[in-house]
């Protein structure tokens, strides 16, 4: 696949790749069964991208009420990340 992708011409190389890598991606965290909602959290993120994982963090902590994100910062401040 690498020689494949080495061989296509340089304009279009990156924009395969880039559909390829869509292929193998998770895609969209799924509802949570039984109310195991960390269970289920931890398994997607276990399978995101980095870019996924920061794109759902920063998305996540700009929807939380003040109160959450302050508590939020604490918890990570802790160390309990």
Do not use: T
């Amino acid at each position: 696949m690498a020689d494949a992708a080495a061989d296509c011409p340089p304009e279009i190389r990156a924009r395969l790749l880039e559909r390829l890598l869509d292929q193998f991606r998770p895609a969209w965290p799924v509802p949570a069964f039984m109310g195991r909602v960390m269970e289920e959290a931890g398994f997607w993120a276990d399978m995101a991208s980095r870019a996924e994982l920061k794109a759902y963090a920063l998305a996540c902590y700009r929807r939380m009420p003040p109160q959450d994100r302050v508590a939020f910062i604490d918890y990570l401040a802790k160390g309990a990340a």
